[in-house]
C-alpha cells in the first residue's frame, strides 16, 4: 500500500524539452501568437490553437529539424491547427446549448457586435485572395499580421526577399479590389 506521499496528486510535472526547441518555440511565440490572434479573433482561442501547435512541432522537432526551411514547416503546422480549431469549433457548435436556454449565459452587447463590424469584409477578402493566390494572401498576412520584414517573410515561405516584396503588394492590390477599397496609387511599405 503506498502512503499519501507516494500517490499521485493529479498533477503533472513539466516536461523536459529539447533545449533548441524551448529557444526556437520561445524566439518565435509572438510571432505565432499574432498571426493566430489575427485569423481566430479571440485571444484565448489563438493560444489554444498556438498549444496545440507546439504540441505537433514538439512531437515533430526532428523533422522540422531535417527541413530544409525549419520556420516554414512550423508555419504550416500552425496554419493547420488553425484550420483544425475552425473545424473542431464547427463540430462541438451543433451540440451546444443555445444562449437562450441557459439564463446565466453572456449574451453579447451591441458593442461587441460593432467592435468586430470592420473585420468581416477583411476577413472576407482574405479567405477569398487565398483561394485565388495563397502565396500572396500569406505574403499579406505574414507582413501585415506578424509584421515580418521582407527577409523573414521570404525566409518563412521559400522565397526571395523580392518575391515576398512583389506578393505583398499585388495581395494588398487584390484586398483593395476584393474590399470594393479605392485604388491609392501607391505602393508598399
Known amino acids: 500500500m503506498t502512503n499519501a506521499d507516494e500517490q499521485d496528486s493529479g498533477l503533472i510535472e513539466p516536461a ?30 489563438a493560444d489554444e490553437a498556438l498549444m496545440e501547435a507546439a504540441m505537433v512541432m514538439y512531437r515533430k522537432w526532428p523533422r522540422i529539424l531535417a527541413h530544409a526551411n525549419p520556420i516554414a514547416l512550423a508555419h504550416r503546422i500552425l496554419d493547420s491547427a488553425i484550420i483544425d480549431f475552425y473545424r473542431r469549433r464547427a ?15 453572456d449574451v ?63 495581395g494588398l492590390k487584390k484586398l483593395h479590389h476584393l474590399m470594393g477599397l479605392p485604388d491609392t496609387g501607391e505602393g508598399d511599405t
Open 16 to 45: 523536459d524539452l529539447p533545449t533548441d526547441f524551448e529557444v526556437f518555440f520561445a524566439r518565435h511565440k509572438s510571432e505565432f501568437l499574432r498571426i493566430a490572434g489575427a485569423r481566430l479573433r479571440d485571444p484565448h482561442d
Open 91 to 105: 463540430r462541438t457548435t451543433e451540440r451546444e446549448i443555445t444562449h437562450g436556454e441557459l439564463a446565466y449565459a
Open 108 to 170: 453579447p452587447t451591441a458593442d461587441d457586435l460593432l467592435l468586430l463590424r470592420g473585420h468581416d469584409r477583411l476577413d472576407r477578402a482574405l479567405a477569398d485572395l487565398d483561394q485565388r493566390a495563397p502565396l500572396q494572401a500569406g505574403c499579406v498576412r505574414l507582413r501585415y499580421l506578424a509584421e515580418l520584414d521582407f527577409a523573414q517573410i521570404a525566409t518563412r515561405l521559400g522565397i526571395t526577399p523580392g518575391a515576398a516584396r512583389t506578393n505583398v503588394h499585388l
